[in-house]
C-alpha cells in the first residue's frame, strides 16, 4: 500500500477508515494546518483529564499536515512540546500547524493547541523528514 493511502485510511489522528482513530479532518488555511477535536471520556489519562499521548498526536499530526496538504509527504523525526495546563474532556479544541523553514529534505514546523477562548494548551515544534 501506498504511503498516501496509509495515511489517509489508517493514520491514527487523520485516517478515515481506522475506527479506533480520531478520524479528524485537517485544512489548510493561509499556511497553516488546522483541525477541531472534542476528546471524549475514551481519551482521558487522569480522570476527566485529556491524555497527554492524544494531545501530543494532535499537534504532531497539526504539523505533519502543514506539508501534506501542500503535497509534501513526511514522517516525524523529532518533537518537542510543552502542556501548559491540563485539558478536560468535552473542551472544544482547535489544533494548529504552520511550517517555519524549509531546507533540503529537511522541514521544521511548530504546532500549538487552543482553546475556543485562544488559550494556548500545548505547543510543538517538529522536525519533518521529507521522503522520496
Given at each position: 500500500?501506498?504511503?498516501?493511502?496509509?495515511?489517509?485510511?489508517?493514520?491514527?489522528?487523520?485516517?478515515?477508515?481506522?475506527?479506533?482513530g480520531l478520524?479528524?479532518?485537517?485544512?489548510?488555511?493561509?499556511?497553516?494546518?488546522?483541525?477541531?477535536?472534542?476528546?471524549?471520556?475514551?481519551?482521558?489519562?487522569?480522570?476527566g483529564?485529556?491524555?497527554?499521548?492524544?494531545?501530543?498526536?494532535?499537534?504532531?499530526?497539526?504539523?505533519?499536515?502543514?506539508?501534506?496538504?501542500?503535497g509534501?509527504p513526511?514522517?516525524?523525526?523529532?518533537?518537542?512540546?510543552?502542556?501548559?495546563q491540563?485539558?478536560?474532556?468535552?473542551?472544544?479544541?482547535?489544533?494548529?500547524?504552520?511550517?517555519?523553514?524549509?531546507?533540503?529534505?529537511?522541514?521544521?514546523?511548530?504546532?500549538?493547541?487552543?482553546?475556543?477562548?485562544?488559550?494556548?494548551?500545548?505547543?510543538?515544534?517538529?522536525?519533518?523528514?521529507?521522503?522520496?
Amino acid at each position: 500500500m501506498a504511503l498516501h493511502r496509509y495515511r489517509e485510511d489508517g493514520c491514527f489522528v487523520c485516517g478515515k477508515r481506522n475506527p479506533l482513530g480520531l478520524q479528524l479532518t485537517f485544512r489548510l488555511e493561509d499556511g497553516m494546518a488546522t483541525a477541531e477535536f472534542v476528546p471524549q471520556p475514551r481519551h482521558q489519562g487522569y480522570d476527566g483529564v485529556v491524555h497527554g499521548g492524544i494531545l501530543a498526536a494532535l499537534v504532531d499530526d497539526a504539523m505533519a499536515n502543514c506539508l501534506w496538504l501542500r503535497g509534501i509527504p513526511v514522517v516525524t523525526a523529532k518533537m518537542a512540546l510543552r502542556y501548559r495546563q491540563p485539558v478536560l474532556v468535552g473542551t472544544r479544541l482547535r489544533a494548529y500547524g504552520r511550517v517555519l523553514h524549509e531546507r533540503g529534505r529537511v522541514a521544521v514546523a511548530e504546532g500549538w493547541i487552543t482553546t475556543p477562548e485562544g488559550t494556548r494548551v500545548v505547543e510543538a515544534t517538529g522536525t519533518f523528514f521529507k521522503l522520496p
